[in-house]
Each structure stands twice: as C-alpha cells, then as structure tokens.
C-alpha cells in the first residue's frame, strides 16, 4: 500500500500538485443548495459536480449566519462582525468575478479593470459590474444603498483607523451623526441589518451569474421531487 503521506513529505517545494494533497477528506464539505448533492472539494468555493451550481454565495449566507449566532450571542462585537461580513461578501463577489474571468471571453483591458475591482466601494462595482455584465448588486435596493456604502466606509475605519472617524469617513459616508475624530460605536442592529443587506446583494450575484452558466436542470429536478414526496409524507 502506497502511504501518501509519506510520498507527498518526498516532495520538496511549494505549491505541491493537487495530487499531491494529503486529506482524507477535501477542505470544504457542502451540500449544494440547488439539487442538494453532496460535494467535498479543496478550498472554500467550487461547483456542484453533479449540477453545476456555483457554491461561493451559499458559503458567504452559511459564514453570515456563524456570525450573526455570535452577535446574539455577545461573543462577537458589533464593529468586528461589521468587518468578518465585509470581508465574506467581499471574497464570495470576488470568486463570481474570478469566475467571469476564467468563462466569459474578453479583452485584457477588461481582465485588468476586473481584477482591480473594489468590493469595499459600491461606486466602483456597480459601475464594472453594470458595464460588463448588465448586473446590479443593488437591483431593487436603492433604499438601502446610503446604508450599505455607509457600512462599507466603517468597516474601513475599524481595519484601519482603529474606529475613530477620519476626514475621508466624514466625506465619504454621508454619516451626518459623526464629526472628524470621533470614536464609532457600532450598533448590533446596524451588523444584523448589514447582513441582510450582504446576504440580498450576493443573492442577485448567485441569480445573475447562474442564468449566465445555467445548471443541469434534471438534477434539480429530481431535488424538487424529492422536496415534493417529503412535503406530501409530511402533510
Ligand atoms: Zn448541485
């Protein structure tokens, strides 16, 4: 029997081949959301094998849902939840784009303008992201919009100003309640309602990017069947 740990430890240098990889199991276990397979795969993000479904929105709702447990639980703050959802909605948006990279031909100058594109900055996605692709994170969001992008520039202050209010906060948040210098308290409501805001916007991305690369409808299909014959039981 071939002991793999001990053949990928032969190997010197990094990154090693996947092959090469030494867990048993694969470093994200998910059932897909849309035809409820099982899936294993390395790294966070990847597609259901059997439908095709891209898994990144359904890891940031399942990490947003960790976190908001925590807030009720008071073992997270308020202003770190605000940074751990920014940074999750930030990672999952990114891995849509890495995939409209890799699948939708383009030009490099579009390649170069997407992989500069800020998360963190509503402006600046809303404009690439509408361009190119005819999406709005925000569609049907426009209430919300002062809110979000207020929520983005806290998130700045807090990795970076350690929460004290800067001139480009006061300039850029339309936050009419701070004044340069002031110390941010975050809210535990503003963390809930942002997460509901993160969660509606990578749900529009999931939507969009899906009807770009549609899944392979029978085996959603058969999930729906399935969902049907226990509803029926369970009636
Ligand atoms: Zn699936």
Redesign the pocket.
Known sequence: MIDMDVLADSVTGDPRPDFYYTSTAQQTEFK?S??N?YNDIRGKYGY?S????RNSAEQQRVALEQIRSKLKSGDVSASVAVKQVVSEFDAAARDYVNQLISHVPMKESRVKQLEKILFHNIDNFEELLSKFFDISLLKGMAADRSFVNKMFCRRHVYEHDGGVATTRYVEKSGDTDIVEGDLIRETVNNAHKLIGCLNRMIATFETDFQEMFP?EEF?IEVEKERRERIGQRNA
């Open positions: 897909c849309a035809c397979s259901c059997s439908c095709g479904w899944p085996c």
